[in-house]
């Protein structure tokens, strides 16, 4: 019990430190706002372009609010030596690094659903598996947020940070599947399209949403559990080599 209690006083904090700040509060909307605007009003708000591009809208919606707010807190907390006092709190390491990565992880389903909301306008909501895409949403928002942490423990500076994502995000708006299929893309482009988490999310949320995908359920929910594990021991081990001395 006193574990989660701890958990949950971390949260808090960090929910009220950076995520319910009015700036952050207002990016958070306005940003995946930005995004969904310009791809449906540019498919012109079509029912069938609007499924086509929802997944897509929604993956890079949970992607940019996870990585970029975890750049914030985790390297901000490092410099200012904030974050070595939460050591010393009586929890688990791998439990304190939980709840420092889950405020990131419900901020990014947060994210997610401003463009469903703004679709609901444009389309019947009823023609999404929701048995698939809540899932979904909550997987991509988990290996997104630990895509943040291990970029945020690469570095010590927060703008350092923020350009070692840009160098990850950006190449995934085109090479996970997001808005055209991977097939299309350049023979030698598509091995990396397979390296990256948001290429088995996108599959996901498409299949969610189009009944179109193009690899089965268990592989990508397996591959996305797999990158989720991954980026959080990568990160865990990085913490300790490098912070923790």
């Known amino acids: 019990m006193k574990l989660w209690i701890a958990f949950w006083n ?36 079509g029912v069938d372009s609007v499924r086509t591009l929802l997944p897509g809208v929604v993956a890079i919606s ?26 010393l709190a009586p929890i688990p390491f791998e439990m304190l690094m939980l709840a420092k990565t889950s405020g990131a992880i419900l901020f990014g389903v947060a994210n997610a659903f401003v463009p469903v909301i703004m679709a609901a306008f444009m389309m019947d909501l009823s023609l999404i598996s929701w048995s698939i895409f809540l899932p979904t949403v909550i997987m991509i928002a988990i290996a997104s947020t630990f895509l943040g942490l291990f970029i945020a423990v690469s570095v ?35 091995p990396l399209s397979y390296v990256l988490p948001l290429t088995y999310g996108a599959d996901l949320l498409h299949g969610a949403v189009n009944v179109d995908h193009t690899m089965p359920f268990w592989l990508d929910l397996t591959a996305l559990g797999f990158f989720c594990f991954a980026l959080f021991a ?12």
């Open 156 to 190: 010590s500076e927060v703008f350092e940070a923020q350009t070692f994502s840009n160098f990850l995000r950006f190449p995934m708006i085109f090479l996970c599947g997001l808005f055209f299929p991977i097939e299309h893309l350049p023979i030698f482009l598509r």
């Open 10 to 45: 971390i949260l808090v904090k960090d929910m009220r430190t950076y995520y319910l700040k009015p700036p952050n509060i207002s990016w958070g909307i306005i940003f995946p706002l930005a995004w969904t605007g310009m791809f449906f009003i540019k498919s012109g708000a």
């Open 62 to 87: 949970i992607l940019f609010g996870t990585t970029s707010m975890l750049a914030v807190t985790v390297t901000f907390e490092k410099k200012n030596r904030s974050f070595e006092r939460l050591l």
């Open 234 to 245: 990568s990160s865990l081990w990085n913490i300790k080599r490098k912070w923790i001395k």
